[in-house]
Each structure stands twice: as structure tokens, then as C-alpha cells.
């Protein structure tokens, strides 16, 4: 009998592992599977088809920081792999099998996330839908104070967030080219005044959940009131605060809209406000 080495073991486990994550698994089963990674019509796989059988307890603060932009490597570090045969590169949707704690006992659900063209998380769902509420059982901080509306000698400036960040991004690598050159034309003109203080605000739309709003609209912020400062403006002149979804300017966008007719309805309530007073602010 040959007898195999620790070394060759460990490579050929590391070679299973490539082909489990990066070659033999199902690309989708959803239908109609758009390049923004939204669905026609979501498809769970059967429970009893996962590879992980027994599934997982994920950390419920794991999932609440999980939100749209999301790439698999950070999925993979929060969540783990996949618990269905699907693959690392190529697939278009993951799938989880969870298991949660409740008083009432084990409550088991499955969970998805969808990946837009680029493999970016943009879309989650669960089955039952009613497990969405194992998010909220547990403690949550409370939701930030609503921003106040701009004061008496305040200067009001609106920016689209669509014209500033790339689909579903908040990071400065996701700014565009003509959102940043935006910002620092705005940069140029408050670095002159004097008693300068600005706050920037960041709103979403209501698509997606509380949580993941707050975030996102916070991380905007953060990011318009990085530019300006890179743009001269005093860091200590300027803080940044996230609305969330808390404040919309539309009305009539009704939640029967197809997907990106609602999408395209909403764009209003996705934005930036920067709110300036000084002396010498054109």
C-alpha cells in the first residue's frame, strides 16, 4: 500500500476546494436574471439539496451589515461559502441554509443574494419571507436622528446620487468622474469662505431594508465630505450625517411599478444635500 504524504493530502484538499468554489457549480436557478442583479422570478433550491446539510448559525449582526455592492470575498468572510453547489466565479446567485434561536425554538430559513453583472450583491430574499424578521428580534442601536432641515443663512446645495456614484457604490472609488469634478468645483468655492461649517447629508431611496439605507446613506456622506476636504475645505469645518430612506421628495412611485420603472421613480429621493454656512459662500 502506498502510503500518500502530509504534503500531498493538503494539495489535493486545496485542489478540492479550487474545484468546489471556482468550477462544478450550478450557475443559477432564479429566472431572468438582469444585469443590475434583480430577478423575474426567485427560485429557492430544494433544502434538502445543499451540500452544507446541517447549514449554519450565521451572526445576525453578520447579516445586518450585508447590503447592496457587497462582493463575494466579503460574503465568503462573513457568511461563509455557499451552502449549495455553487461556484466562486461565473454564478450569478449563492444561496444559505440558517438556522436561528428563538424563545419558540430553532427556526430554520433559507437565504439568497443575487449578484449584479460585475458580482456584486444587489438583491437578498428568504424563504419563508417571515424570516426577515430574525434581523429585528435581536437588539438594535437606535435609528440615527433625522438630520434638521437646513437653518435660517444656510446655503442649500442638491446632488444626485446617481450622478455622483456608480450603481449601488458609496466608497471614492466609486465616485464618477463627473460627480468629482463636481465636488471639488464645489471645494474650490468653499475653501474661500470664512466661519465655513457644512453639513453633508445623505439620503437613499426606500428600496431595501432600514438598516442597509442608514448605512448606505451614511457612507455617501462620509465619502462627498472626503472629496471636499481632499478639495481644501477644513476637515474640522464639515461632518457628515445619513437619512437613510427617512426622507423622500417623491410621491406617487407606487410599489406596483415594474422593478426598474420604480427604480427610475425613486432617483429623486437618492441624494446628497450639503447644507453651508459662511461668509463669502457664493
Known amino acids: 500500500m502506498k502510503r500518500i504524504s502530509t504534503r500531498g493530502a493538503a494539495l489535493a484538499c486545496g485542489i478540492a476546494a479550487v474545484v468546489l468554489l471556482a468550477g462544478c457549480g450550478t450557475r443559477h436557478v432564479s429566472r431572468g436574471i438582469d444585469a443590475q442583479g434583480q430577478a423575474a422570478e426567485v427560485v429557492f433550491p430544494e433544502a434538502a439539496r445543499a451540500v452544507l446539510r446541517e447549514g449554519t448559525f450565521p451572526s445576525r449582526e453578520a447579516l445586518r451589515t450585508i447590503g447592496p455592492g457587497a462582493t463575494k470575498d466579503q460574503l465568503y ?13 461565473g454564478v450569478r446567485e449563492w444561496d444559505y441554509l440558517f438556522h436561528f434561536r428563538t424563545p419558540a425554538g430553532v427556526v430554520t430559513c433559507q437565504y439568497k443574494v443575487i449578484f ?26 437606535a435609528a440615527a436622528p433625522a438630520p434638521r432641515p437646513a437653518a435660517s443663512g444656510e446655503t442649500r446645495i442638491e446632488l444626485s446620487a446617481d ?56 457612507r455617501r456622506a462620509e465619502t462627498v465630505r472626503q472629496v471636499l476636504v ?13 437619512a437613510g430612506e427617512a426622507r423622500p421628495v417623491t410621491t406617487g412611485c407606487g410599489d406596483a411599478l415594474p422593478r426598474r420603472a420604480l427604480v427610475q421613480c425613486l ?9 453651508v454656512h459662511g461668509i463669502g459662500v457664493q
Request: charged content about 25%; glycine content about 10%; proline content about 4%.
Open 163 to 218: 450622478a455622483l456614484f456608480a450603481f449601488a457604490g458609496a466608497g471614492l472609488g466609486d465616485i464618477l468622474a463627473d460627480g468629482r469634478a463636481r465636488l471639488l468645483e464645489i471645494a474650490q468655492r468653499l475653501s474661500a469662505a470664512r466661519d465655513l461649517r457644512v453639513r453633508v447629508v445623505g439620503h437613499t431611496d426606500r428600496i431595501g431594508g432600514d438598516a442597509a439605507n442608514q448605512a448606505l446613506s451614511l
Open 116 to 141: 449584479d453583472e460585475h458580482a456584486r450583491a444587489q438583491s437578498f430574499h428568504w424563504s419563508p419571507a417571515s424570516c426577515v424578521d430574525q434581523l429585528a428580534e435581536a437588539s438594535v442601536p
Open 77 to 89: 468572510q462573513s457568511l461563509g461559502r455557499p451552502h449549495f453547489r455553487e461556484a466562486l466565479y
Open 267 to 275: 432617483a429623486p429621493d437618492r441624494r446628497v444635500e450639503l447644507f
Open 230 to 242: 481632499d478639495g481644501g475645505v477644513p476637515a474640522s469645518a464639515i461632518v457628515a450625517e445619513g
